[in-house]
């Protein structure tokens, strides 16, 4: 299984920025995913989620601003975050939920 985000970067607060999760290895279309985002020193945090039927999950920091989103042709979850606040500034991570496989990261910092 290999998951492969990308979309990460340099934005000003209030700005937008859309991450992609390219997933191979795996029949995508079971299993839900998820977004996590971790800080230094802390542990990660769900941000997102998305089950196999397209339902979505956000804890109240992110609702209102953060998508989930799948394209289960191909293979792909993405993450649109809108309205972003310099303590969304973390490295994002794509996951399988319940299963213990991630990706490598992609850095998102919010300049204020």
């Known amino acids: 299984v290999q998951l492969v985000e990308s979309g990460g970067g340099l934005v000003q607060a209030g700005g937008s920025l859309r991450l992609s999760c390219a997933a191979s290895?795996?029949?995508?279309?079971?299993?839900?995913m998820g977004w996590y985002r971790q800080t230094p020193g802390n542990q990660r945090e769900l941000v997102a989620a998305i089950t196999s039927s397209g339902s979505t999950n956000y804890p109240n920091s992110v609702k209102g601003r953060f998508t989930i989103s799948r394209d289960n042709a191909k293979n792909t979850v993405y993450l649109q975050m809108n309205s972003l606040k310099p303590e969304d500034t973390a490295v994002y991570y794509c996951s399988i939920i319940k299963h213990d496989y991630w990706g490598q990261g992609t850095q998102v910092t919010v300049s204020s």
């Open positions: 290895g795996l029949i995508f279309s079971i299993f839900e």
